[in-house]
């Protein structure tokens, strides 16, 4: 699909971005607002406590930033006024269920309208606590899947994920292909992960920290130790999530 098509394809719809001050996502969507200023509508999904956090977190670490220079520029007095009425910033946590999204009557008006859902939240620190990784990177995906099933009208889903950059697999050409995943299949063709199992093994590493009444700085470093003898498997089912439910469309 060349950017011609994209830039129509995105002419009228409401899309729902996560991880909304992303490098990657800060990126897509400054330059949908600039190539398509007649999209519908953008709810970008901030981690925050309540909408007006959200919208501060938003104001000050997207659309206050040198990236918005060029649009800021073609809409000079009008800049401010074009955000409102196009951006909505949405107080939610990837981690928990329907994105943490708190105000029922918002979430339904989202799975009644959106038409693509751009799921770009996630944690690069990945000698963060492992609980955390887990909520973020794994949990996350999911129930942002799960959000996705449960919109009236969506047209896409992409995902966005680091793990599309690991792995090592040979191509005889030298190109490699964008091609569906099935499920439970890998870049690596070994992963036989349940991730049920993974969640229900930190569980248990939690409960034994808390039985040894172990405080927040123990928890934290072990929960580090424990993430970093876990990567590799999460790894794995990063791998096989990221092909089974999207494909990434660079504008």
């Not at 000050?60 to 040198?66: Q, S, T």
């Not at 943490?100 to 859902?117: A, C, F, H």
Request: proline letters at 0%.
């Amino acid at each position: 699909m060349n950017s011609g098509n994209m830039q129509d394809f995105f002419k009228g719809k409401t899309v729902l971005v996560t991880g909304a001050t992303g490098f990657l996502a800060k990126v897509f969507v400054e330059k949908i607002l600039r190539i398509q200023p007649e999209i519908q509508k953008l709810y970008l999904l901030l981690r925050a406590s309540n909408s007006d956090m959200a919208a501060h977190r938003l104001q000050n670490e997207v659309f206050e930033i040198d990236l918005f220079r060029v649009l800021r520029a073609e809409l000079s007095e009008d800049f401010n006024s074009f955000i409102s009425k196009k951006v909505v910033a949405i107080a939610g946590d990837v981690a928990i269920e329907n994105l943490g999204i708190k105000d029922e009557k918002l979430k339904n008006e989202i799975l009644e309208e959106i038409d693509v859902l751009v799921h770009s939240a996630a944690s690069t620190k990945f000698d963060d606590r492992f609980d955390i990784l887990m909520g973020v990177n794994t949990k996350g995906a999911l129930h942002a899947l799960n959000f996705a099933k449960n919109c009236q009208k969506l047209k896409a889903f992409v995902h966005i994920s680091t793990a599309y950059v690991c792995g090592n697999a040979k191509y005889e050409d030298g190109i490699v292909r964008e091609k569906a995943f099935e499920m439970g299949q890998s870049l690596k063709k070994t992963s036989n992960l349940d991730i049920h199992t993974e969640m229900k093994l930190l569980d248990n590493k939690i409960a034994e920290l808390q039985a040894m009444n172990a405080d927040e700085n123990t928890m934290k470093f072990a929960l580090k130790d424990y993430g970093m003898e876990r990567l590799v498997k999460l790894f794995f089912y990063l791998e096989w999530l990221s092909g089974y439910i999207s494909k990434i469309y660079f504008l």
